[in-house]
């Protein structure tokens, strides 16, 4: 299952969640109805036991109860990720922290993104919990939040960690986010009714409705109060049971994905030990991975491990048993020798061999393996060579450039810095104009950023850029406002391919978090009403090939043959420049997720029509993937 079938399975997954959401609310519906006709024929009222009238009114009820209580939630995790870890308990990790463990998780965070082409998530530590668990939360890629409890951070060595923050970004990857914070919302919206009972049965204690005053008053008020004290213990009755519903649909969603998580956690990382490590922690805990904080239980299907135990725990456990987890990732690990195991990587290593030795004319880069379909293969996944490379690349970025994107100020001053030599002219001076507009002492940042940009790599810039989005974050509304203003008149002065990048990115990952700006309903299921968009997209990734632009075309329209429209054509290359792309962009934006993967492929193929990929075509193809939200990972295209 590749990216594009997982995020259609997410969905698929939200209609499963909401026929069993309706099925728990009619279940609900009826169980209260019944409570209340047995209540009115203790009270000596005759009639049927079915009452439309009486049903109408129940339903109404009960549903507009669970209703608020499901909208409320999910209003309070409107922000994303940041608004969950925050309920949590979590603090905001800051970039510039000094403590060794907070650094080495942010390395790791960073790490990956860089690895996988997604955004830095906001990364959160829970100080409180002193046992090993963490969490991805957020209702899209540019909202997300990564949580680590300070158990995790104290007792996890780096390769634990990784496996831990893999499991992590997986989750991430195949859209589960989403479905968890809608999650949260129907448990606690079944949730509101156990707490109306509870309201009714304190009320009549509070109120002095327990108390017996007279023989009259036992008579007649006092049997009424025993009946709304009855039908109080019963709201009660019938919450909790909702509430084991809810968990029983949190647990039928959870526990295949954990598996699916951690087998992708090993893919990424090539480390089935560092994974397996950290679950052999847990389970050598008195606690486990449990999560003293009060909302554990609504949250529980967020976690690495779960995070709440009950009597219950098998019948509706979030999470496989922990041994279970070990034993298919590191059978070594878990005491299980298995030749079958033994047998099965064994021929992963002799075909892995095999693979290497095989010559292909279509590879790419000198690299026989690297095909087209390969680098399509990669979008929305992470494999191990990508996350070498990536921290092999952060290695090698200087210090004082790393440090600059950690800070808000400085990441403004960095981004200046990078429009400035990865432009055409590549200026190595801070420009008079662009001085008289900085604020005191921001130039001389600027000018000192600028000399280790040109004495360094080109293919740092675009990491740079991303590694100081979560800084940029932290600005407030004016400040923003005059960075966007100063990046866009950069832009327009450099008109480069990276300023255009650098601009896509910014639109995608940092304006969604200024603006309430919507992700664009769905408007295409197919090539043939983007006749004109693919016209200009393909020509534009024509003329940047040093290939011949009619072949990086032709080479463009061959994955997509059998479904593109009569109207596609070449461009002339004043046709087809940034303006009308960024236009077009926009459009594509709007496709269905297979359209999505044919405009993938067919722009691969132009661009690696030549056999290789140059820097210009790496920058254009992330800003165009990361705009329509098929992320090409960057070290795929080396």
Request: hydrophobic share 45%; aromatic share 6%; net charge negative.
């Amino acid at each position: 299952m590749d990216f594009f079938e997982a995020q259609d399975r997410a969905k698929r997954n939200t209609g499963k969640l909401v026929f069993l959401y309706l099925l728990a609310v009619v279940g609900i519906v009826l169980s209260v109805y019944l409570v209340v006709m047995v209540l009115f024929y203790s009270q000596g009222v005759s009639g049927s036991i079915w009452n439309p009238g009486l049903l109408l009114v129940v339903s109404s009820i009960v549903f507009m109860v669970i209703a608020v209580g499901t909208l409320f939630r999910i209003a309070q995790l409107r922000k994303g990720g940041s608004a969950v870890a925050e309920m949590l308990g979590g603090r905001k990790l800051e970039p510039s922290t000094t403590d060794l463990a907070e650094k080495q998780l942010m390395n790791v965070v960073e790490e990956m993104s860089i690895a996988s082409s997604l955004p830095v998530p906001d990364i959160y530590v829970l100080d409180n919990e002193e046992n090993i668990n963490a969490f991805a939360a957020g209702l899209t890629t540019q909202d997300a939040a990564v949580g680590v409890t300070r158990g995790a951070l104290e007792q996890l060595n780096r390769d634990e960690l990784q496996g831990v923050i893999a499991h992590e970004f997986s989750h991430i990857f195949n859209g589960d986010m989403r479905l968890n914070i809608r999650l949260i919302g129907i448990l606690n919206g079944i949730l509101l009714i156990h707490i109306m009972g509870m309201i009714v049965i304190r009320s009549m204690f509070y109120s002095g409705g327990m108390r017996v005053k007279s023989s009259k008053d036992n008579n007649g008020g006092g049997k009424s109060k025993l009946v709304i004290l009855l039908f109080g213990l019963a709201l009660i009755v019938i919450g909790y049971i909702g509430m084991l519903f809810g968990r029983m649909i949190q647990s039928a969603i959870s526990r295949q994905r954990e598996y699916l998580a951690d087998a992708a956690a090993v893919q990424y990382t090539r480390n089935p030990d560092g994974l397996a490590g950290a679950l052999k922690k847990i389970s050598q805990s008195a606690n486990g991975a449990e999560i003293q904080d009060g909302h554990s239980m609504e949250m529980s299907h967020l976690f690495f491990a779960s995070s709440f135990s009950s009597f219950f725990d098998k019948l509706y456990s979030t999470h496989p048993p922990i041994e279970e987890r070990i034993k298919a990732i590191s059978p070594a690990l878990s005491g299980s020798n298995s030749k079958r195991v033994k047998n099965i990587r064994q021929k992963f290593q002799e075909d892995h061999v095999s693979g290497l030795k095989q010559k292909s004319e279509s590879g790419v880069a000198g690299h026989p393996a690297l095909t087209p379909e390969v680098i399509l293969a990669t979008i929305g996944t992470l494999n191990g060579n990508n996350v070498t490379r990536a921290g092999k690349l952060l290695h090698e970025i200087p210090d004082p450039l790393k440090k600059a994107a950690h800070e808000p100020l400085t990441a403004e001053v960095l981004i200046y810095a990078l429009l400035l030599t990865a432009s055409d002219t590549k200026e190595e001076t801070v420009p008079e104009w662009i001085d008289n507009e900085l604020e005191e002492g921001m130039a001389k940042q600027l000018q000192e950023l600028i000399s280790h940009l040109i004495k360094g790599e080109r293919k740092w810039h675009l990491p740079l850029a991303e590694l100081s989005f979560p800084a940029l974050r932290k600005m407030s509304d004016t400040q923003y406002k005059s960075f966007r203003e100063m990046v866009r008149k950069l832009a327009h002065e450099s008109e480069s391919i990276f300023s255009f990048a650098v601009e896509k990115l910014i639109e995608r990952q940092l304006d969604t978090a200024f603006t309430k700006t919507k992700d664009p309903e769905i408007r295409h299921h197919h090539l043939k009403t983007l006749g004109e968009e693919i016209s200009i997209l393909l020509s534009a990734l024509s003329y940047v090939s040093d290939e011949d632009p009619e072949s990086a075309w032709q080479a463009g329209l061959k994955p997509i043959q059998k479904v593109i429209p009569g109207n596609v054509r070449l461009l002339p290359e004043d046709q087809c420049g940034i303006d009308q792309l960024d236009v077009v962009i926009d459009e594509l934006a709007a496709s269905a997720n297979p359209v999505k993967k044919y405009i993938a492929s067919a722009m691969i193929h132009c661009v690696v029509a030549d056999k290789k990929i140059t820097i210009r075509e790496k920058e254009l193809l992330r800003a165009i993937t990361v705009s329509i939200d098929c992320p090409i990972p960057l070290g795929a295209m080396d």
